[in-house]
Nanobody
Framework: QVRLVESGGGLVEPGGSLRLSCVFS??????????MEWYRQAPGKQRELVAG???????HYADSVKGRSTISRDDAKNTLYLQMNNLKPEDTAVYYC???????WGQGTQVTVSS
């Protein structure tokens, strides 16, 4: 059974940092072969792409988080990360990871940036 489980969300003050994790469980090698992406969805808004990383470790970022966020992966641990720094209230959203190869989604983790 395939699962993606996000964690690391929470309440943080503006300017703070969080590291989100997404752990894959399922068939061997699927994670390492797949591009992985982070998305977020704020209340009343469409889900949007935040960052992505290929199986070859190439990365790309939305302009809104570029310079403040770092996506990374540890294929030995089947884990995807998103380090977010200098968080802003507009970063408040549910964050989802996606295994692009088979379009699998996690259940999401809530990030709230507020003083």
């Amino acid at each position: 059974q395939v699962r993606l489980v996000e964690s690391g969300g929470g309440l943080v003050e503006p300017g703070g940092s969080l590291r989100l994790s997404c752990v894959f469980s399922g068939s061997q090698n699927v994670f390492s072969l797949s591009k992985m992406e982070w998305y977020r969805q704020a209340p009343g808004k469409q889900r949007e792409l935040v960052a992505g990383i290929t199986s070859g470790f190439s990365t790309h970022y939305a302009d809104s988080v570029k310079g403040r966020s770092t996506i990374s992966r540890d294929d030995a641990k089947n884990t995807l990360y998103l380090q977010m720094n200098n968080l802003k209230p507009e970063d408040t959203a549910v964050y989802y990871c996606k295994l692009v190869l088979y379009s699998y989604w996690g259940q999401g983790t809530q990030v709230t940036v507020s003083s």
